[in-house]
């Protein structure tokens, strides 16, 4: 119910207050920091490669946000050779061990895939990811929660953010808060002013996620990749019937299978080149770009996202076909889930079954007053143009 009331509210732009999302059970430690696969170094004169990396949601229903966090993971520094003390990494934690997870300690990203979760260093977990955080991170403030890590960049250095969760017009979703354009804005300028970075690029799956960044300036070094523009919503993708959840994102699928084609590589191809491809391979969502359209534009991808560690070329940990999998528009991911979980629990037990059925019902409706609001906001936007 929350969610609904959420994407209600973030409709009509109230952008001054949070919205309660469900927090989600236990937390338990992460595992895995090895120190052999941190002993490459980035060249100083060259600059550092950082990212930070965010899964934004929590519940078990929103597996897949933090399966596209744990795949990239990998990507960066297991195939990618960007050193684990330069990613930051942000999600709840709640999937791996969750009761209703018949692989326990393990995340999948792919039907049949293969653990990305052992080895995940996660910074920051459970009620330490919230949007405050997250901003500060950014701006390389001190932080006392977590691991602590904060981004160090300087004006050599090239920064990679990729944010995975649910969005709104004018809004990217946490656990228990919401990021609002206002604020991300001001904290992008002050570092564009403080020069703590020369170039920074991000890739953004979410709902409406191009109305984080529409009005961004071509002049500040940054460009953005969404997974959406600023009406519509991203899609899930790959159902996995025995863990009876989405694993993945259409678009962020896309962007990491075309990277992992072209590993060990990466210079072959510009982000450009990226863009026009994923651009083309996501049919479910408009995938848009934002900000710096010219410099960055022809950077290649190994930029922002590394060199390979080896000549020879890895295999995809996951490679995915998305048109031949099940899909779905992120709005209708929590109903699905609790369609399918009713109808396992019809013939016993009668009494959550019915609560399940009240539960659908009432999103339903609200989903209708969700798409009422649309159409209003899409009347007025086309009325204005006129």
Request: glycine share 6%.
């Amino acid at each position: 119910k929350q969610w609904y009331q959420r994407r209600v509210r973030g409709l009509h732009f109230l952008a001054m207050f949070a919205i309660p999302l469900i927090i989600a059970s236990v937390l338990l430690t992460v595992r895995g920091y090895h120190l052999a696969e941190d002993s490459l170094r980035q060249s100083e004169s060259e600059g550092k490669i950082w990212a930070v990396i965010v899964a934004g949601s929590s519940n078990w229903w929103n597996y897949r946000h933090q399966s596209d966090v744990c795949h990239l993971y990998h990507l960066l520094t297991k195939q990618h050779g960007i050193p684990r003390k330069n990613v930051i990494t942000m999600m709840y934690n709640d999937i791996a061990f969750n009761e209703e997870n018949p692989r326990q300690g393990e995340i999948i990203n792919a039907v049949h895939g293969k653990d990305v979760y052992e080895g995940v260093m996660i910074d920051y977990m459970g009620s330490d990811v919230t949007p405050q955080n997250f901003l500060d991170i950014l701006s390389g403030k001190s932080l006392n929660v977590g691991s602590g890590k904060t981004l160090k960049s300087g004006p050599k250095d090239t920064v990679l953010v990729n944010f995975v969760d649910h969005g709104a017009p004018g809004i990217l979703g946490f656990p228990n808060d919401e990021l609002h354009l206002a604020n991300l804005t001001l904290v992008l300028e002050q570092m564009f002013n403080n020069n703590r970075y020369k170039q920074m690029f991000w890739y953004v799956e979410a709902c409406y996620s191009g109305s984080m960044f529409k009005n961004l300036s071509s002049s500040m070094n940054i460009t953005v990749h969404t997974a959406a523009n600023e009406e519509e919503s991203s899609y899930a993708c790959f159902y996995d019937n025995e863990i009876g959840v989405y694993l993945g994102d259409c678009w962020s699928t896309n962007w990491m299978n075309n990277t992992e084609q072209f590993l060990p590589n990466l210079a072959q191809e510009t982000i450009e080149q990226q863009y026009q491809i994923v651009k083309n391979e996501t049919v479910f969502s408009h995938a848009s770009i934002y900000g710096d359209l010219v410099y960055i534009f022809k950077e290649p991808i190994s930029t922002f996202l590394g060199h390979s560690r080896s000549e020879t070329k890895p295999k995809p940990a996951s490679r995915r076909n998305i048109s031949s999998r099940r899909t779905a528009a992120t709005p209708d991911v929590m109903l699905e889930h609790l369609k399918e979980k009713m109808s396992r629990l019809v013939a016993v037990n009668s009494v959550e079954a019915e609560r399940l059925d009240k539960e659908i019902r009432y999103h339903i409706q609200t989903e209708g007053k969700v798409q009422e609001i649309l159409g209003e906001i899409s009347d007025q936007v086309t009325a204005s143009r006129s």
